[in-house]
């Protein structure tokens, strides 16, 4: 497709049960991100790709949360146990080119999850 | 610590007047970006710079790199631009400030 596309748009989740978000990035595209946004609040960085390697995973909250890309282009990020507080809209973006070079950033719509 | 700060956190204007958002950011970077999101609705890059100053229709963005600033400006605003306006730099990894919820008032 012509921008990043993200999967499920709405979930909803009881306490305790694992999700899978997916982000289809713009084809060709290197850098790949995530991001939680809390109602309100500006995204947090959860994780970063340059094509099939995770580079920094440091934004990540706990260890209940996984990312993967395993062929440089698709990525899913897992949640598990999903707790309350992970209730928030899951954005994902990517760019042409590395981070740190002066690449565009396009945004997918986001996953909003929502956990009972 | 918030590595981006943006003023102000709301702010509410009459259609037509003259707009502006501030960014200023601690870290060292090579790009400043200016965003843009719809209640509801998905992010959408308005701005890239890394210098000077850029202008697409109505808004225009400039950044000061020595002074760690950027600013946002809307001429002749309308309540179409109602957002929220967020600004994020670019250098080990991206920052996010927390948006500027502006709303025109017809």
């Known amino acids: 497709g012509a921008g990043v596309s993200q999967s499920p748009r709405y979930k909803v989740a009881k306490r305790g049960q694992d999700v899978a978000l997916r982000c289809d990035p713009i084809?060709?595209?290197?850098?790949l991100f995530w991001y939680q946004q809390a109602l309100g609040q500006g995204p947090e960085f959860l994780t970063y790709?340059?094509?099939?390697?995770?580079?920094?995973k440091s934004g990540l909250p706990s260890d209940r949360f996984f990312a993967e890309r395993p062929e440089g282009s698709v990525s899913t990020l897992k949640i598990q146990r999903t707790q309350q507080e992970d209730s928030a809209v899951y954005l994902c973006?990517?760019?042409?080119?590395?981070?740190?070079?002066?690449?565009?950033?396009?945004f997918g719509e986001g996953s909003r999850l929502t956990v009972l | 610590k918030n590595e981006v700060e943006q003023s102000p956190q709301n702010l509410t204007a009459q259609e037509g007047e003259f707009i502006t958002i501030n960014c200023s950011y601690s870290?060292?970077?090579?790009?400043l970006h200016w965003l843009q999101q719809h209640p509801g609705g998905g992010i959408v890059s308005l701005f890239m710079?890394?210098?000077g100053k850029k202008k697409h229709g109505r808004l225009i963005a400039t950044i000061n790199i020595q002074e760690k600033h950027s600013s946002l400006h809307i001429t002749a605003s309308h309540p179409r631009d109602s957002a929220v306006y967020i600004c994020?730099?670019?250098?080990?990894?991206?920052?996010f400030g927390t948006g500027t919820s502006l709303t025109v008032i017809p």
């Open positions: 790709f340059q094509n099939e390697a995770q580079l920094d």
């Open positions: 084809s060709g595209h290197v850098s």
């Open positions: 870290v060292g970077i090579s790009a």
């Open positions: 973006a990517s760019s042409l080119v590395g981070q740190g070079d002066t690449g565009e950033l396009f």
């Open positions: 994020a730099v670019t250098g080990n990894q991206f920052y």
């Open positions: 710079l890394s210098s």
